[in-house]
């Protein structure tokens, strides 16, 4: 599994973001439980990544 794109973390990658000003990334959960709050971004889970939700 691949780790998140967020500079400075190395958790695992668990979800995809889709933004539609820049471009998609994959984060961990922390990262992406926070970016997803901005208007127009979309969060999809990657495969395989269920163990990593909590």
């Known amino acids: 599994m691949e780790t998140c794109s967020e500079d400075g973390c ?4 668990a ?9 998609n990334r994959d984060v961990c959960t922390a990262h992406g439980r926070v970016l997803v709050q901005q208007d127009g971004v ?7 990544a269920e163990k990593y939700w909590k």
Not at 43 to 48: F, S, V
Request: charged fraction near 30%; charge should be negative.
């Open 15 to 23: 979800v995809r973001l889709y933004i539609p000003w820049d471009e």
């Open 42 to 48: 979309v969060a999809e889970p990657l495969d395989g």
């Open 10 to 13: 190395e958790n695992p990658a």
